[in-house]
């Protein structure tokens, strides 16, 4: 069976992924999963340890690897960080050969998905419209928090919720309106899809 | 960061415990857990089975040596080595059908136990329902709840020379629980009473009141202090070393209140010991099983519970070093601790779909994958709980 390896910062990131990936190519693929230790670190322990994952992966059987790295924002100014400057930097990563790479950037962050599909909202249980646009909305993951609050005057939403609502997202919606998303999905199915 | 093949080269104990068997429903049926000759590390999801699994370790070698003391689990087999000499050790404690419901009714149970040579499958003894058969000599009436290593090497008969040794090893398994120590909401001081003539739990002179693992710990602290100053002292020293504290005093006075003859209460650092930090207390608990030289084999529950890393680091060390003799199990889920084990001490500890509780080492594959993290200077625990597992 082919195998796709999925490298995150962040498990539920990971767990999220993986559940989009089994929607993608249901049935034909099998997954490994990667992410550091929590409190190890986050992004910076992720680019650190991106190498040696990617080994191992290969040593287990995955010819492709997703490296899922949010964009995030610069807090010296609040503004989204240089996406260019970021791929260049993971690009340069070793590579054992044999595995191809794919890197994944959600903007700001793989929350900002949800933002495509009004029916995940409603799901989610918040008074919001869908976007158009979801990378354009700062910090995706705390306005459906924050909106989760003042909707329900508890908080609703964390993101440990994410891979449920992954089974629900309109994938074709989705790829309409991110654009991170449809680059991935377009080229896990080149190489895996039927 | 030790090298995987380094567990190998620790030096032996010279009695230890080398492979448990228990069979304990709420962990799917029969289970074999594999230790090491110093350290064994657990570690696995919450909910796989660590804890049950340690309780059962624990409550098998009481059973096996403590009459009085049946509980889960029913069946274990014990493999030891005494003094480079493999030996199995089982017992199973079945009610005998006959007699009255009551499970505090001793003799409603029969205990059968059985001891071979494992190198040369040579019966050293057996007891069944009563009857005691030691290698091929006649058999001897026993009262059926008893096993060899419930009696005193005085009985009526010659007992083989290795049961003296096997009961100490196994009478000598510790269990430190995780959590801390205190229980109660709000700390108080902790005092203990002397009564004349009086005998509290477990033997002890001194009883109190209050959450029975601290009274455990002022007590055998007071007790040492009366009668085992060296191991006090050593009980000081140690926790100097890890930088806990500088000073234990025990203030004994007589009590104005008769029966009770007199009263203890146990400062560190000038603290009552029911005042102090939740951590503190817990290292003084850890410490005491690290000095008691009757402890043959420690199991430790998630030592890094209220610890901050850097004395995590040295109690580990400490533990290490203290007595190369002592087996000691961990279960964790820090990654400090993972990393100052070897390879070969970890033991993955996985509950299955349906509930099944299993056991194992890291496989060879496993064993592979992990030489890339190494080679690149990542530690065990960047392999171990990155998903290399799932």
């Known amino acids: ?194 | 960061m030790q090298d995987l093949d380094e567990s190998a080269a620790q030096e032996p104990a010279s009695d230890r415990i080398v492979a448990v068997t228990v069979e304990d429903p709420a962990l799917g049926g029969l289970l074999r857990l594999t230790l090491e000759a110093r350290r064994t590390v657990l570690v696995g999801k919450n909910g796989a089975g660590k804890s049950r699994l340690l309780e059962d370790l624990h409550a098998a070698a009481l059973a096996a040596t403590r009459l009085g003391t049946r509980g889960r689990p029913e069946r274990v087999k014990f493999e030891v080595q005494l003094g480079g000499v493999p030996l199995d050790y089982s017992y199973v404690c079945t009610r005998a059908p006959e007699r009255t419901e009551d499970p505090d009714d001793r003799m409603s149970w029969y205990w059968n136990e059985r001891c071979i040579d494992a190198a040369t499958g040579r019966r050293l003894w057996q007891v069944g329902e009563g009857i005691a058969t030691i290698g091929d000599d006649q058999p001897v009436a026993m009262i059926p709840i008893h096993g060899l290593l419930h009696l005193r090497s005085s009985s009526a008969f010659t007992f083989p020379s290795e049961v003296d040794p096997l009961r100490a090893l196994l009478r000598g398994v510790r269990l430190i629980r995780a959590g801390v120590p205190r229980q109660a909401t709000a700390r108080e001081p902790v005092r203990l009473q002397r009564v004349r003539d009086g005998v509290g739990q477990a033997g002890s002179p001194w009883t109190g009141r209050g959450d029975d693992r601290l009274l455990d710990v002022v007590k055998t602290l007071v007790s040492w202090f009366e009668v085992r100053r060296d191991q006090f002292d050593a009980v000081v020293e140690v926790g100097r070393r890890l930088q806990v504290l500088q000073e234990i005093d025990v203030k004994l006075e007589a009590h104005p209140h008769p029966p009770a003859e007199q009263e203890a209460e146990l400062f560190v650092d000038g603290v009552n010991f029911g005042l102090l930090s939740d951590g503190t207390q817990r290292i003084v608990e850890l410490v005491i099983k690290l000095v008691d030289p009757a402890v043959t084999v420690l199991l430790l529950e998630e030592p890094e519970t209220s610890v901050h890393p850097g004395l995590l680091g040295r109690v580990l060390a400490e533990l290490d070093a203290f007595d190369p003799g002592r087996q000691v199990v961990i279960s964790t889920h820090s990654l400090g601790v993972v990393d100052a084990a070897a390879a070969g001490d970890i033991r993955v500890v996985e509950r299955s779909a349906a509930g099944v509780t299993s056991v194992r080492p890291l496989n060879a594959d496993e064993q592979q994958r992990l030489r890339i993290y190494l080679d690149d200077g990542l530690e065990l625990a960047d392999f171990l709980f990155s998903g290399a597992l799932d």
């Open chain 1, 1 to 194: 069976m082919s195998r796709i390896g999925v490298i995150g910062e962040d498990a539920t990131d990971v767990e999220t992924l993986v559940v989009l990936l089994r929607r993608i190519v249901p049935g034909s693929v099998g997954v490994k999963t990667k992410a550091p230790p929590s409190g190890r670190g986050g992004c910076a322990k992720l680019v650190r340890s991106a190498p040696t994952y990617m080994k191992e992966l290969w040593a287990s059987g995955c010819t492709l690897a997703i490296l899922l790295h949010d964009l995030d924002l610069d807090s010296a100014n609040n503004e989204l960080k240089d996406e260019k400057k970021l791929r260049a930097h993971l690009s340069a990563l070793p590579v054992p050969a044999g595995l191809e790479l794919v890197i994944c950037i959600p903007v700001e962050e793989i929350e900002a998905w949800f933002w495509s599909d009004q029916a995940v909202l409603d799901r989610v249980g918040i008074r919001a419209k869908a976007s158009s646009s979801p990378h354009l909305i700062k910090k995706p993951k705390e306005q459906l928090r924050d909106l989760s609050l003042r909707t329900h005057h508890k908080v609703k939403y964390a993101t440990t919720q994410n891979p449920k609502l992954a089974e629900d997202l309109n994938l074709e919606l989705c790829a309409q309106r991110c654009p991170a998303f449809a680059s991935l999905r377009e080229q896990v199915l080149r190489r895996f899809g039927t």
